[in-house]
């Protein structure tokens, strides 16, 4: 393989795919960038066996060929070098050359026939979602994705499409994110698991304009933006009827400013042991336009009043993880949001005070 | 002690006392900030016992008297409090109430008369030098301090002031830097060796405009920048006399660009494992006007050339840790330097082609 392309255009892929090279792998092969060259492209693949990361981009094509190259060398190499212009050969011993103004690297390949090939996706169904759409509606779920590989099923969120109405939805076992959108226009119906660690890569390479194609099968999904493509397995789980566990009734409901409630609940976290259910925040409220937030622990405690815009119904209180609150009020756009509690230990439901295109349900913990 | 204070002053002073809170210490004392309240003035004090510093600032003291707060704490709180205005009241119980807006928090404090008196500073001598001055002669000779403990005389550099002269050094064996700065007014001669951790320090309470004040006494340094006081234990070594091994000849002297030198030897350090002497960054003078810089490891090796604005001397093949030259490099901000080697295990001397306020040396790795 012999190649000349520009560094920014380069540095750009290496960027991208490497988010898809396995960091810690035992084989070092999954540690490296395929370069491919090919018809005046150059293409570049990162693979962990799960999610495949793939880039593409104009050079000009010397000799045509294929090499693996150590990625975490590649990228540093590259940002280093001096000119805009860097050249790229191997032989057919993988001795790689990669050259630049007055500086060269002579580094050692791998045989790139031994890489594992990315799945074929045949897809069945093609989705067209703005891409800056897409982006916020992972960002306000994907907290609630669990990292606890003994229940697989929680390990992704469900894409779920009817019509013109997306939806993605992730559950924990302890909380639920639900994000809904509208388009203007009809997608294909889809229901899949797209595991966390692939949500979060394509987050990654989501710009703020343009739309990105998202292709189905059942056991992969393709995402589609401009020159970069993203490949990743399925969770090959069923998925909970969360409309089931959203209550459509309250005891106590409040308006807050999104803000303040946030800045309260980190208040109470500076003293709260993380995830040790012992130490609960408790909110408290009274009838009165004061909603009381309380942490008590063996470092100290810690009192806080939030003014609320609105209040109805029954007096509560009530314990929680504080941290569930954090992940949720961050991300939540909106100035003010409701919040529903059905007594001390019914599910508690947050939504902007427009719109119901965000929900989000916390269990509280018993005392 | 009950006060009523700003929010930022606050947060300000805690910011520099807290650089000299010991971060693992076994005495719980040491991980606190030191609270007095007197005179409508509040001062803060951080101090593992080598280096304190304390800062004051004006407050509303409503009850005078003092508490330890642990550092970490007291910071994270003082951060998220939601007004700025912030109260602090302890009782005889060490019990600590801080308060702001709505928020308030309860902890425990610690007796403030176990905590370890600063030393007093009864100062023989007062140099004042320009604050934007003296923080760049500590960035351009702290890396040459060494860390290594066996050696004490090497964890600090020297301070030597003469008539209107004042001089910073640092050496750790294998390398030396100087730093020399002359001033329009006399100061007082001082020879003194400050610690690495306190150079550190002086560093980080230093601005860009204004004076610091320097005492000296046998034992310790003070320090006063506005508000900002910091002491620190001297060490009483001897240091080196270095002008003796400052060479007055070269065999090979050259005039190069300071950004691409720096460069090329980054890309050498891709490939170089830190400080490992086995793999050196090699420098070829051929009599020509490129400087080789090349590297070989097991990885690979890189080869760069670099052009010399200017060329005296002897051919030469030379061998050196890359990452002394990376230090220096990296603080130097004139344009281009002079290199003066001695043969291939004689030491070399980088200086700015402006002046010679700036010496450093480097001693080669022998082949």
Chains 1, 2 share one sequence.
Do not use: W
């Amino acid at each position: 393989m012999k190649i000349v392309c520009s560094k920014s255009q380069l540095d750009m892929a290496i960027n991208h795919v490497q988010k898809a090279v396995s960091v810690r792998s035992t084989l070092s092969l999954l540690d490296s960038i395929l370069f491919v060259a090919k018809d005046n492209e150059v293409h570049l693949t990162g693979y962990d066996l799960e999610t495949g990361i793939e880039v593409r981009f104009e050079a000009d094509v010397i000799q045509e060929g294929e090499i693996l190259l150590n990625a975490k060398m590649i990228a540093e190499i590259v940002k280093k070098l001096p000119d805009e212009t860097i050249s790229i050969s191997s032989d057919s011993q993988f001795t790689t050359i990669i050259s630049s103004g007055n500086s060269q690297f002579n580094v050692k390949g791998l045989d790139a026939s031994d890489y594992p090939q990315l799945p074929e996706i045949d897809a069945n169904e093609k989705l067209t979602i703005p891409q800056s759409m897409f982006k916020e509606m992972i960002s306000q779920t994907i907290f609630a994705v669990s990292t606890d590989e003994s229940r697989p099923a929680f390990n992704g969120a469900l894409l779920n499409s009817n019509s013109n109405v997306v939806e993605l939805v992730a559950i924990d076992g302890f909380r639920l994110a639900v994000r809904v959108e509208e388009l203007d226009y009809d997608i294909p119906d889809v229901k899949i698991l797209i595991p966390g660690k692939a949500l979060k890569n394509i987050q990654s390479i989501l710009g703020d304009n343009g739309d990105l194609e998202l292709y189905t099968t059942q056991n992969h999904i393709k995402v589609n933006v401009g020159e970069v493509t993203l490949i990743s397995r399925l969770i090959q789980q069923d998925f909970m009827d969360y409309h089931k566990i959203l209550p459509n009734t309250y005891s106590t409901r409040i308006e807050i400013n999104t803000k303040d409630f946030y800045h309260a609940v980190e208040r109470a976290d500076l003293i709260l042991p993380n995830q040790d259910r012992r130490y609960p925040m408790s909110l408290k409220f009274t009838g009165s336009q004061i909603m009381n937030v309380t942490a008590t622990t063996n470092v100290g405690n810690m009192e806080d009043g939030v003014e609320l815009n609105y209040f109805d119904g029954d007096e509560l209180e009530i314990d929680f993880n504080q941290r569930y609150f954090l992940d949720a009020l961050k991300v939540i756009n909106d100035e003010n949001v409701t919040v529903e509690f059905n007594g001390p230990v019914g599910p508690c439901i947050i939504q902007p005070v427009e719109g119901n295109y965000f929900t989000y349900l916390i269990l509280p913990l018993r005392r």
